[in-house]
């Protein structure tokens, strides 16, 4: 290990664990820690310090779905960009350190983040896709290279590989998952009088699911997804479609759902800013 440098590499599709390392842009949002050190938002009423959480952060724990409210394990001191917090979402957890690698922490770009995943590869990658998706940017491009290659012990290229391979690991499992529902509306074909257009309409979701991969926008494919499943109950009950990555992809589609019904308050909803992400597949 070089001196200076964290003291472990980056992983990407390893059976265990991913280990990232992504460069801050933007020290927004500033939020707060409650007196019990969980992560609030900037008005909570007993807050005990600031903290800025910074864009690479905020939209990592957004890309876990419905999950516990994030716990500082080792809260911020003189400088409210150090800090260390974690959370989980069923069984994907995160673990997220904030730290300087150059120019003393002055600036917002001065840091990175440490994002540390463990849990099934599945819901790893499609966690990985989502965060990359959201920060329009490859988030391993650092602003100081070399000091960046120092701190994290691995090079630029290492760095990309281990995010590029954690996409191409969702986009794959996606387009498997769409093949599959694809399958199931193409052995209904002929098989029945009065169900032709709603199969019909099953294809143009599917349609659908494939425009929203091809712009790595997963929520939009898993909502299109969930309307083709729908629409094949609806022609024929016993159509049995949904292999285990699909029983996944549904409680997130629940939790999309979730987030537009204003009765419904889930661990996220602490979190300010949205995820700004097209949904392809509606018009509204």
Known sequence: MKEGSSSRKPLGCDPNSSLLY???????????????????????YNKKNNIFLGDVANVSIR???????????????????KWTLRSSAGELKIKITSDSYWGFGLFSKCFFNEIELTGPLSLRAKCVHDIMASLGRN???????????????????????????????????MEEEIKTVEESIKSLIGTEKGIEKILESAKFAIEDARAALQDRNAPAVERALGRAITLLVEANPDTEVRSSELESMSSRVEYIDAKNNPDRIVASDLLESEIELVDLTESE
């Open 63 to 81: 890309s876990l779905g419905p999950h516990d409210p994030p716990k500082f394990i080792k809260q911020p001191e003189y400088d409210e960009q």
């Open 139 to 173: 988030p391993w491009e650092a602003s100081r290279v070399k000091k960046f290659e120092r701190k994290t012990d691995a090079t630029i290229s290492e760095h990309g590989k281990c995010w590029e391979e954690l996409v191409k690991y969702a986009r794959d499992e």
């Open 22 to 44: 992504a460069q801050v842009i933007s020290g927004e949002p500033k939020m707060v820690i409650d007196e019990d050190g969980f992560l609030r938002s900037i008005n909570w």
